[in-house]
């Protein structure tokens, strides 16, 4: 059976990136570094950079799955660092790293992102993540832990269904 596809306008991912530049000012986590992670982060990635007046930025370039393709079968849980580029040119890390992407289901990418950014700027700088959406779903059914992708989430201003498929509005 197909899953449902849920489409989000315009109007939708404005309210989804006001929410989050709001969570961030009212939090005290005003990022030195932006990183998105590629493709789905890097929309919301470029946008938070403006609203937020931060020029240094990174991307990680990844494939969650051996095809990456749309809908792939839930059990592909493959991830991929095809990648990374920090746009960072001070000697000290930065003190707080905001990473980026669009929808977190399993949480697969953002761990092997924040492993990535500790390699590069080590343990000093807090790392802060926000998301579009977040897919919910039982998730110790699904992938057979307790380990619970929301926890690695600071912010997101959506949660779909699991068996939901969310189409954003530059696809």
């Given amino acids: 059976m197909s899953p449902t596809i849920i489409k989000l306008t315009w109007d939708d991912y404005e309210r989804a990136i006001r929410g989050m530049v709001t969570f961030l000012r009212e939090s005290g986590r005003a990022p030195d570094l932006i990183v998105g992670l590629a493709r789905g982060g ?3 990635m470029a946008t938070l950079s403006h609203r937020l007046g931060v020029r240094a930025v990174g991307i990680v370039l990844m494939d969650k799955t051996a095809s990456d393709a749309r809908f792939a079968n839930d059990d592909q849980k493959i991830v991929r660092i095809d990648g990374s580029v920090f746009r ?3 000697d000290a890390p930065p003190r707080e790293i905001l990473v980026v992407d669009d929808i977190v289901a399993y949480g697969d990418t953002l ?3 924040h492993r990535l950014v500790r390699e590069r700027f080590g343990d000093a ?3 802060t993540t926000v998301s579009i959406c977040l897919r919910g779903f039982d998730w110790g059914a699904k992938t057979g832990t307790d380990a619970d ?5 600071d912010y997101h201003a959506v949660k779909n269904p699991g068996d939901s498929w969310i189409e954003f509005p530059w696809e």
Avoid: C, F, K
Wanted: aromatic content about 6%; cysteine-free.
């Fill in 42 to 44: 890097l929309v919301p």
């Fill in 88 to 90: 960072w040119d001070d």
């Fill in 111 to 113: 761990r092997a992102a």
């Fill in 125 to 127: 700088p807090r790392i």
């Fill in 149 to 153: 992708p929301g926890s690695l989430v």
